[in-house]
T-cell receptor
Framework: GENVEQHPSTLSVQEGDSAVIKCTYS??????FPWYKQELGKRPQLIID?????GEKKDQRIAVTLNKTAKHFSLHITETQPEDSAVYFC??????????FGTGTSLTVIP | DTEVTQTPKHLVMGMTNKKSLKCEQH?????MYWYKQKAKKPPELMFV???????INESVPSRFSPECPNSSLLNLHLHALQPEDSALYLC???????????FGPGTRLTVT
């Protein structure tokens, strides 16, 4: 089955700096890669996603890049704000409806 | 309606109790999911229903029993749980294979 690794597990940045979180996956058949943000005590919320036929996608301060050959994808957050502090999970779609989640990155933005 | 709802928000139950968790969506999604999430861990897939039929069961103990009465509703029946089953139980739905999943707020379950 699919194996998704996520790094780093914790990340602290100064407000206004950029944050980058990286994930690798093992199954070359995976074709959908979402990123979720989960604040303490709340539900995971989809913040951005990318499909395997696209190399990069951007939505305001958030961007995701995908390298299919190397089987890795990354989340980039620019101009970080304190409200970006949360746990971020990457995921890769396996066969059918199955998602395989990374282990999560706890991001702290220091004001 | 672009939301997945779950009831109850919190549930405390003894090991001999029987209870049910409920999930509802009105987005016309045909796939629905149950996940279990422990603190500081990613969601773990338990069950997937596709077009109201169970399509994935991730080797979940039989004390958890899912049910999909119709395309909008998903239940999780609980019986004889163990303290280690205490967790946040999340429901999600999606349009079809490999489409974005939308999560409900979860039910915080405590087994005493």
């Amino acid at each position: 089955g699919e194996n998704v690794e996520q790094h780093p597990s914790t990340l602290s940045v100064q407000e206004g700096d950029s944050a980058v979180i990286k994930c690798t996956y093992s199954d070359s058949a995976s074709n959908y890669f979402p990123w979720y943000k989960q604040e303490l005590g709340k539900r995971p919320q989809l913040i951005i996603d990318i499909r395997s036929n696209v190399g990069e996608k951007k939505d305001q301060r958030i961007a995701v890049t995908l390298n299919k050959t190397a089987k890795h994808f990354s989340l980039h957050i620019t101009e970080t704000q304190p409200e970006d502090s949360a746990v971020y999970f990457c995921a890769a779609s396996g066969t059918g409806n199955q998602f395989y989640f990374g282990t999560g990155t706890s991001l702290t933005v220091i004001p | 309606d672009t939301e997945v709802t779950q009831t109850p928000k919190h549930l405390v139950m003894g090991m001999t109790n029987k209870k049910s968790l409920k999930c509802e969506q009105h987005m016309g999604h045909r796939a629905m999911y149950w996940y279990k999430q422990k603190a500081k861990k990613p969601p773990e897939l338990m069950f997937v229903y596709s077009y109201e039929k169970l399509s994935i069961n991730e080797s979940v103990p039989s004390r958890f029993s899912p049910e999909c009465p119709n395309s909008s509703l998903l239940n999780l029946h609980l019986h004889a749980l163990q303290p280690e089953d205490s967790a946040l139980y999340l429901c999600a739905s999606s349009q079809a294979y490999s489409y974005e999943q939308y999560f409900g707020p979860g039910t915080r379950l405590t087994v005493t």
